[in-house]
């Protein structure tokens, strides 16, 4: 009787475990990037990756401690769950279909500080490669800038639809530094 008592409590804990670690991976993909609180932007992407990753471990988790969890239908839809995490995610990644302009960049923002990061801390011997580097650093800081700028520009302004429109609120021209910080606009 009392191993029945405690079964939907283990699967509960089962979830809880299983949300704590996708919270905990969503903020821990943030880590590496060149500048973690300037480039903490929401990314979509990001938490598509997650939903991918949390299928996994429900699958993985599962299948390694059947023992704990003995309901059959129970663990065949917990299964079910993570099979449709993982294919859910792997959808919206690869359509994505959720992302419009605003949140491309906000998501971009991040990838381009990871590029800055590896390209600035690799240990780069070769005098080509670290021209490349270089070149990266430069054009990634230059990007997010122009980034934050419309993502502002958009949000008060609204979106350019024509090449009038264009003309009349062009990106202001910014200079990626291959030893300045990313200025952050929002401030």
Request: charged share 25%.
């Amino acid at each position: 009787m009392e191993n029945n008592e405690k079964k939907p409590n283990n699967y509960l804990k089962f979830f809880a475990m299983i949300g704590t670690s996708m919270v905990a991976m969503f903020f821990l993909m943030y880590t590496h990037s060149y500048q973690i609180i300037d480039h903490f932007w929401y990314s979509e992407t990001r938490f598509f990756m997650t939903l991918i990753m949390g299928g996994s471990m429900v699958i993985i988790m599962l299948l390694y401690m059947l023992q704990m969890y003995k309901d059959r239908n129970k663990n065949i839809s917990i299964f079910a769950l993570g099979i449709l995490l993982i294919v859910g995610g792997i959808w919206l990644v690869r359509s994505q279909v959720t992302v419009s302009g605003v949140d491309y960049m906000e998501g971009m923002i991040p990838h381009h500080s990871i590029a800055i990061l590896t390209s600035e801390r690799s240990k780069i011997k070769d005098v080509r490669v670290r021209k490349i580097a270089d070149e990266i650093i430069k054009a990634q800081r230059r990007e997010i800038m122009e980034m934050q700028w419309l993502i502002n520009d958009i949000k008060e302004n609204g979106i350019v639809e024509t090449e009038e429109e264009r003309k009349n609120r062009p990106i202001p021209k910014f200079e990626g530094s291959l030893t300045e910080e990313t200025k952050n606009l929002n401030d």
